[in-house]
């Protein structure tokens, strides 16, 4: 795993972007799996202006995201389609039907996610995956668990991740108690893994993930075992990785 440690939230977006722009231009048909959530949107905001300047060029990009709440539609304004368009692919010389998030309204969602699933493997293994990591170690909508699941499957959100994301909703009561998710097979087929963390809420989850045992309690740790693997984080959310003598730099 490659460490790199950054001052604040603008200098980790800046870096981590800087990562995801080598692999538009070394692949410009490049598979790139993509996160929703308050970490990565500096580094589409820094995307957006490398591509308003003519250095990148997404028309040949391929997207699959990680997740989609359960019952809400694209058009919903907290629902992850909604996001992804208004955070980057509205903003990028894109097209929109090479962009992939799970339906979250599909009649079926266990069918969905079989659709899913045999769409990711019809595209093949990401290029990239970006990921955020919550605060009790989850991935994707991947749980703390007592098992790691492999497919994209349907999860029931656990009680701290909807108290986290409740910020964005009227209230707590709104937030979809469900969601659809990859699992972790696809992320762990994904070539390059880039991880974005900041603030200090996460340096527990940080600390538990790459420098603790690997356990589905904390899902994140599954990346321990994968090859290549980049964590772009803010000193406040590596303070813990540091504390365990995990080289970083940057
Ligand atoms: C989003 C996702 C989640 C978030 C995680 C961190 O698509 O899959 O795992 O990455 O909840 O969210 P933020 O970045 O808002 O702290």
Known sequence: ?????????????????????????????SVLGLATGSSPIGLYQD???????????FSRITTVNLDEYA?????????YR????????????????????????????QAECERYEALLRK???????????????????????????????????????IEANARF????????????????????????VLVVVSGPDKAQAVRDAFAGPITP????SILQLHPDVVLAGDKAALEGLIEAGVSVCG
């Open 82 to 109: 909604y996001f992804m368009d208004h955070n980057l692919f509205d903003h990028v010389n894109i097209d929109i039907a090479r962009t992939n998030v799970p339906s979250g309204v599909a009649p079926d969602p």
């Open 169 to 192: 909703f009227a209230s707590a009561d709104q937030v979809p108690k469900k969601a659809l998710t990859m699992g972790v097979g696809a992320i762990m087929r994904a070539k390059r």
């Open 217 to 220: 309690q904390v899902p994140a």
């Open 1 to 29: 795993m490659r460490v790199i440690c950054t001052n604040n939230y603008e200098a980790m977006s800046r870096a981590a972007a800087a990562v995801m722009a080598a692999q538009i231009i070394a692949k410009p048909d």
């Open 123 to 161: 595209l093949g293994p990401a290029d990239i995956q970006l990921l955020g990591m919550g605060r009790n170690g989850h991935i994707g909508f991947n749980e703390p668990d007592d098992h790691f699941t492999a497919p994209t499957h349907v999860v029931e959100l656990t009680a701290s991740t």
């Open 71 to 79: 019952g809400l539609p694209g058009t919903h304004d907290q629902s």
């Open 47 to 57: 995307l957006i202006a490398g591509c308003k300047a003519g250095d990148l060029d």
